[in-house]
């Protein structure tokens, strides 16, 4: 196997080190997402939130989020990691620590932070490490970054609560990494809103099958 390939499906994340430099100068992005016509980056409107979350290959985890009810506008990047504005190609060494992630702007007027949630649980494996599906590497490891305190207590519950009824089906341990978000790097503008573009494009998102019940991730 070549050096390439297998840094393509590292299973430990990089220290910093050895991670690659990046670059100063952001990625461009589109400025408006592909399916609604929203601003992909800078100011969101007057109480939006944002989440940011991994779960595996980006594209149909986007696709997710994009249809849900309430949601603004959605974005593909890399998060989680060291590496400052990392190309698609770096990430994918597993050589910057990131994980290929959704950036969700949403109305919590319309759907809450613990709705989202609900949606990533149920739309992938959080049990796999570092791989999702037969995507394997630590950029497709299962990932929650929170942009507040009111953010990590929602997901620090939700996770308790899902493994609850993960383990009823003798499902195995989750292995979802949850911890404050650092920058968002936007992804190159071919990666955003790709299923949108390309309807017959690769998606290799699976859920377990396991129900996140409603109001499961309501603080108490």
């Known amino acids: 196997m070549f050096l390439l390939d297998i840094l393509r499906h590292k299973t430990s994340l990089v220290g910093k080190q050895d991670a690659l430099p990046g670059r100063d100068k952001p990625i461009s992005v589109p400025g408006a997402h592909f399916v609604n016509g929203n601003p992909l980056d800078g100011e969101i409107p007057g109480g ?10 980006f594209w149909g985890a986007e696709r997710l989020f994009w249809k849900c009810d309430g949601v603004w506008s959605t974005a593909v990047g890399y998060a ?3 590496t400052p504005n990392p190309t698609y190609n770096e990430t994918c060494t597993g050589m910057t620590a990131h994980a290929e992630s959704v950036r969700i702007v ?13 949606i990533f649980w149920e739309g992938h ?3 796999q490490g570092m791989r999702q ?3 394997s590497g630590t950029h497709y490891r299962s990932g929650i970054f929170t942009l507040s305190d009111s953010q990590a207590d929602i997901a620090a519950r939700s996770l308790v609560e899902y493994q609850r009824e993960l ?8 292995t979802t990494e949850v911890k404050p978000a650092g920058p968002f790097y936007y992804a190159e503008e071919y990666h955003q809103q790709y299923l949108a573009k390309n309807p ?5 998102l699976g859920g377990t099958g396991v129900a996140c019940p409603a109001g499961l991730t309501t603080p108490a």
């Open 125 to 127: 494996n959080p049990t």
């Open 48 to 57: 939006f939130e944002v989440a940011i979350v991994a779960m595996g290959c």
């Open 167 to 174: 383990s009823r089906a003798g499902i195995g341990k989750i």
């Open 80 to 82: 989680g990691g060291i």
């Open 106 to 118: 949403f109305d919590p007027a319309i759907v809450s932070y613990a709705d989202i949630l609900k």
């Open 200 to 204: 017959g494009g690769y998606c290799g």
């Open 133 to 135: 599906g037969n995507d």
